[in-house]
């Protein structure tokens, strides 16, 4: 492979937390920085990718060179993925909220002087890596998606491959013992269909390039294929 193996390739990259709104004021978050899917996002632009970046309200600003879709709920995640399909390869790094509120005020809630508290309730968003990875004739060759656990960390990233119908799953220990959640740097196994590899710890970037060789040598087998 040459030095940009991934020219002419269009790779989508969901990265950053998303919030959920309960009222025009207020939502309910998650504390993804969205560190590693910037740095995944750069360093596929540094193999020659062109990068459709779906990013929720991350706490670090988009790389340099790609084309940035700013969002802001899962469903508006959704809706930018599946507008910036067809791609070559889709990167699941986003920490979408599992739930949103389903009974969002659309006026700024207020007390209202008995001392009662409002009750929220929650529905269940859309899993966008799933629905991706289960598209028919749209679905990228190459499917990411990345599991964050704190314990059993290669049998839950198996089982999540699995459940998602996801290509990749990266999988990482995120017990407070790592330090991992927050700091500068990550110890991920990845898992595909022939096993899992065991990758030593290492600053983001660095794990962030890495990957983005991995997809450009998949991608290349896969034309072969
Ligand atoms: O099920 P879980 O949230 O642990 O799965 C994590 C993976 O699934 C990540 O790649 C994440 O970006 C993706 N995901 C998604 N849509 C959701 C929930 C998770 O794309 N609603």
Redo the contacts with the bound molecule.
């Keep these: 492979l040459g030095p940009k193996p991934l020219s002419g390739r269009h790779v989508i990259v969901?990265s950053g937390p998303?919030h959920e709104p309960i009222d025009p004021v207020r939502y309910i978050a998650n504390r993804s920085s969205g560190a590693q899917g910037t740095a995944i996002a750069a360093a596929l632009v540094d193999l020659g990718a062109s990068v459709s970046f779906v990013t929720g309200p991350a706490s670090v600003p988009p790389p340099p060179g790609v084309r940035v879709l700013p969002v802001e709920t899962?469903a508006q995640?959704?809706a930018a993925?599946m507008e910036a399909l067809p791609a070559d390869a889709a990167?699941?790094?986003?920490?979408?909220?599992?739930w949103r509120v389903e009974n969002a005020a659309a006026q700024k809630m207020k007390k209202d002087g008995s001392g009662r508290a409002p009750a929220l309730s929650f529905a269940?968003?859309?899993?966008?890596?799933?629905?991706?990875a289960g598209l028919g004739a749209d679905r990228p060759r190459l499917v990411?998606?990345?599991?964050?656990?704190t314990e059993k960390v290669e049998e839950h990233a198996r089982d999540?491959r699995a459940?998602?119908g996801?290509d990749w799953?990266?999988a990482n220990d995120v017990s407070p013992a790592t330090g991992i959640m927050g700091g500068a740097e990550n110890a991920v196994i990845v898992i595909d269909a022939d096993g899992a590899e065991t990758w030593p710890r290492l600053p983001k970037d660095e794990v962030a390039r890495r990957l983005a060789q991995r997809i450009a040598r998949a991608l290349a087998w896969k034309e072969d294929a």
């Design positions: 969901t998303t899962a995640m959704r993925v990167v699941m790094a986003a920490a979408v909220a599992d269940q968003n859309p899993d966008i890596l799933a629905e991706v990411v998606g990345f599991a964050a656990e999540k459940r998602k996801c799953i990266v």
